[in-house]
């Protein structure tokens, strides 16, 4: 990264205020120290490589591999926000219809037939029930909910919930397994309660 003069002077005039935003001083900071080569090499590890051994970098470790300050590197994976230590998970399909399957679901949302009744199913099987040894705490100004770190384990229970979303009904069942039939007994019964179509 290459900088002009009057670019440089405005930035090492952004980087030495003290009246500007916080962020705005660091960002001016950053991109000078980039120009100069020495965040380059921090940024592009952090982002195509790992550490020997590890599976993510420490600031120490990208510290000293490219011989620059932890508080350096800090400042611009803040800046950058680059987080090496935080990670979300996802899946993907191995279903080899799962792109035509997508393509109908999608439709029936955007484009739903005329007195269809579309069903969205999400999955979150076994619930523990827990009860705690002590009534919640509420939060407060200054302070969070708190909860015993105790509890008494009843078990596991698979919930089933259905939301009317036209009207806010909810209908509700817990069963003891998991498996096709009680998902179809539950959609049976959650059918029998709507009222008819019209």
């Known amino acids: 990264m290459s900088l002009d003069e009057r670019q440089r002077e405005q930035l090492e005039a952004f980087a030495r205020s003290r009246s500007l935003p916080h962020g705005l001083v660091m960002r001016a900071k950053i991109v000078l120290e980039a120009a100069d080569g020495s965040q380059n090499l921090a940024i592009s590890k952090t982002l195509h490589s790992r550490p020997k051994g590890a599976t993510q970098w420490s600031s120490r470790d990208m ?7 932890k508080s350096t590197v ?3 994976w803040s800046a950058f926000g680059l987080k090496p230590h935080r990670q979300e998970t996802f899946k993907l399909s191995t279903d080899a219809f799962f792109i035509e399957k997508l393509r109908d679901i999608v439709g029936l949302y955007l484009n739903p037939p005329e007195n269809a009744l579309v069903l969205c199913v999400d999955e979150k ?3 523990q029930a827990l009860e705690r040894s002590q009534p919640l705490l509420p939060m407060g100004l200054g302070y969070v909910e708190g909860v015993t770190h105790d509890c008494e384990r009843h078990g596991t229970t698979t919930l089933f919930a259905a939301l009317d979303i036209a009207n806010g009904h909810v209908v509700t069942d817990c069963k003891p397994r998991h498996r096709n039939q009680e998902f179809l007994a539950f959609a049976e ?3 029998s309660q709507r009222p008819p179509r019209a």
């Open 74 to 76: 800090h400042r611009v």
């Open 125 to 127: 099987s076994q619930c």
């Open 189 to 191: 019964a959650d059918r």
């Open 63 to 69: 510290a000293k591999q490219s011989g620059i300050s």
